[in-house]
């Protein structure tokens, strides 16, 4: 009896121990993975941390840049600005005058710049002005087409040729059609106002100024606009 009460302690010895050693190994493993997060965490916050730190540095950065082209271009703009001859200048603003205040074409402001009856400018000078000026060409031959209509009455076909020719506006043939396909005039008025000038200028008949108001070689306007003008001639 004795011996096998003996054996039965013995067990219960070596289980408390194997018990003691299975939490052991547990509480281990705990820190064990405790500690491996805690370092797995760091590394991520770190990278999170410098990711700002840089993307602020950069945006800093952009401002100056910025800064530094926009006073680049400045620069260059003034520097270019003043290596422009001063004959060159003044071609470019005597030209904008000719095409704002008189409408001008493009060849008649050049052949004014550089004629010797007119501004005198060098042919390279007067190039750099039309080159570089602002004006709307189209624009130009519809108010000199106008001025021929309003002061002049001139007819449609008159005023077309005045605009194109060699010894007139030299308008191109576009910005001329442009001219005369926009502008608004009552060509049968004018061809009575032109009707009434030759009959009290010139005491001339009214077939002879039907005639002189449809020739290719007089006023050029239709036949029906001749046609209106004599029948309204005052008696």
């Known amino acids: ?61 952009i401002p100056e840049a910025e800064e530094e ?14 290596d422009i001859p001063v004959e060159y200048q003044n071609a470019l603003n005597t030209a904008e005058n000719y095409s704002t205040l008189m409408h001008m074409s493009k060849q008649g402001i050049y052949d004014q710049l550089t004629s010797e009856y007119g501004e005198q ?63 608004e005039a009552d060509y049968n008025y004018n061809a009575l106002q032109t009707a009434i000038s030759y009959q009290e200028n010139m005491n001339m008949s009214p077939e002879a100024i039907r005639d002189q108001l449809t020739s290719e070689y007089g006023e050029q306007f239709t036949q029906e606009e001749a046609d209106y003008a004599i029948e309204h001639l005052p008696q």
């Open 69 to 82: 082209k926009v006073y680049e271009e400045g620069t260059s703009s003034e520097e270019q600005k003043s």
């Open 121 to 183: 400018f060098s042919p390279e000078a007067a190039q750099y002005a039309i080159d570089n000026m602002e004006a709307d060409w189209n624009a130009n031959a519809l108010a000199t087409a106008k001025n021929y209509s309003d002061n002049m009455h001139m007819s449609k076909q008159g005023i077309y040729d005045q605009l194109i020719s060699e010894y007139g506006e030299r308008f191109t043939e576009e910005e001329a059609q442009y001219a005369v396909d926009n502008l």
């Open 1 to 61: 009896m004795k011996n096998r009460e003996k054996k039965k302690g013995g067990c219960i010895k070596y289980f408390f121990i194997t018990f003691f050693i299975l939490i052991a190994l547990f509480i281990v493993i705990a820190i064990a993975s405790g500690s491996g997060s805690e370092s797995s965490v760091e590394p991520e916050k770190q990278q999170e941390i410098l990711d700002q730190n840089t993307d602020q540095d950069i945006q800093e950065e």
